[in-house]
């Protein structure tokens, strides 16, 4: 929170601009897709590096040259979405819980960005999730899920990966990037605001060909496995994730 609040500090003059503009850019009608993530992919950067925290990436050249893929990282926390919006350079739509769904800028971002609203106890609704994801991603949007489900809340390690969450790619039969985020955790979620640098490494596709006699619970833990072996060769850290 110390840092959020340094952030807007550092930011204050340029802040009332960029809302009034984010406002303005929520009319997708009168925007198309490009327009709109363009802005945030701009002024994403330069809210980072206000706030004392440098972004290393790593692997860009390994995602996809055609659109129509679903990125799965490990979820760490409230910077994570950051690091991609810094980095990924073409538009993607997230998946979001529906608790964050009012939330004062993020309803703003979710209307952007025309992200899909989930809710898990809702299995009925769930499964309208999976089927607009996988008309969308057919028809070349690409996707952010964050297939813990939580944030783990425990540093650098990882919960399961529910395989429920790869249905999507499944059906739509697109490439599944694995995405290792390490140290995101520590920009939101410590109270410190010392520099910081976080790690993101978009790690080699998995292709339909890769994945397509797996089950969906094979292909979370394939991808889970990835990502704890990146986090661990750059951490030094040994893996205790839940798989």
């Not at 802005?39 to 980072?48: A, E, M, Q």
């Not at 769904?101 to 993020?106: A, E, G, H, Q, W």
Request: include cysteine.
């Amino acid at each position: 929170m110390k840092r959020i609040l340094y952030m807007v500090f550092r930011n204050i003059f340029i802040l009332p601009f960029w809302l009034v503009k984010l406002f303005r850019l929520c009319n997708i009608e009168k925007y198309d897709t490009k327009t709109r993530y363009a802005f945030l992919h701009k002024i994403t950067p330069i809210v980072i590096r206000r706030g004392r925290i440098k972004i290393s990436c790593h692997g860009l050249d390994n995602l996809p040259k055609e659109t129509g893929y679903i990125m799965f990282p490990n979820h760490q926390g409230l910077f994570d979405a950051l690091a991609f919006l810094e980095t990924h350079e073409r538009p993607f739509v997230t998946v979001m819980k529906k608790e964050v769904k009012d939330i004062f800028l993020l309803k703003q971002i979710i209307q952007l960005l025309q992200a899909e609203i989930i809710d898990r106890e809702d299995v009925r609704q769930s499964m309208q999730v999976i089927m607009n994801m996988t008309r969308r991603v057919k028809e070349g949007e690409n996707f952010l899920i964050f297939a813990e489900g939580t944030r783990s809340r425990n540093g650098n390690n990882i919960l399961e990966f529910k395989g429920g969450s790869f249905k999507s790619a499944m059906n739509a039969r697109c490439p599944i990037v694995p995405v290792a985020l390490i140290d995101s955790y520590k920009a939101f979620d410590t109270s410190s605001i010392k520099k910081l640098n976080v790690q993101i490494h978009y790690l080699k596709p998995l292709y339909y060909e890769d994945y397509k006699n797996m089950k969906s619970t094979e292909i979370a833990e394939l991808v889970s496995s990835l990502i704890s072996s990146t986090i661990k060769s750059n951490t030094g850290t040994e893996d205790t994730s839940a798989n």
